[in-house]
């Protein structure tokens, strides 16, 4: 039966999707980790750690902080992150939220 084929394949392709992600997250994370607490010291609140969590295997800090202070509209760009970040990344809204919020102050402080 066609069916029972198709079921098993994407029973099989679900479970390497996990796989992947699994060993995605345990090689990416401890680096990433080591990297939040030694580089900025001021600023290892619990948002921070979101942004580690979900956004540090593929984007830097300071590159968000870039584009946050992007033609001085630091309100401007912090609302078009989180609008853009909806459909982005594997963040809840209220993360996202809270991750713009740490990013904006971040930004705000120089
Ligand atoms: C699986 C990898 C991945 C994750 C996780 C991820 N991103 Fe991205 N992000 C990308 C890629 C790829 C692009 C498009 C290429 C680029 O412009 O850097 C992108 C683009 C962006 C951009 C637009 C960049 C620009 O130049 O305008 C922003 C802002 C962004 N990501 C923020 C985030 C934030 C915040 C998180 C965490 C909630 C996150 N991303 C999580 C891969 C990722």
Redesign the pocket.
């Known amino acids: 039966m066609h069916h029972k084929i198709i079921t098993r394949v994407s029973m099989v392709l679900a479970v390497l999707c996990l796989f992947v992600a699994a060993a995605f997250a345990w090689l990416v994370s401890p680096a990433q980790v080591a990297l939040a607490t030694s580089s900025d010291a001021t600023s290892a609140g619990a948002e921070d750690m979101l942004?580690v969590k979900?956004?540090g295997?593929?984007?830097t800090q300071d590159e968000?902080l870039a584009?946050l202070r992007k033609d001085d509209d630091l309100a401007g760009n912090a609302d078009s992150?989180q609008q853009?970040?909806k459909r982005?990344?594997?963040?809840s809204d209220e993360?996202?939220a809270q991750?713009?919020a740490a990013?904006k102050e971040l930004a705000a402080d120089r």
């Open positions: 942004f979900y956004c295997g593929c984007h968000m584009i992150m853009f970040l982005h990344g594997k963040s993360q996202d991750i713009v990013l």
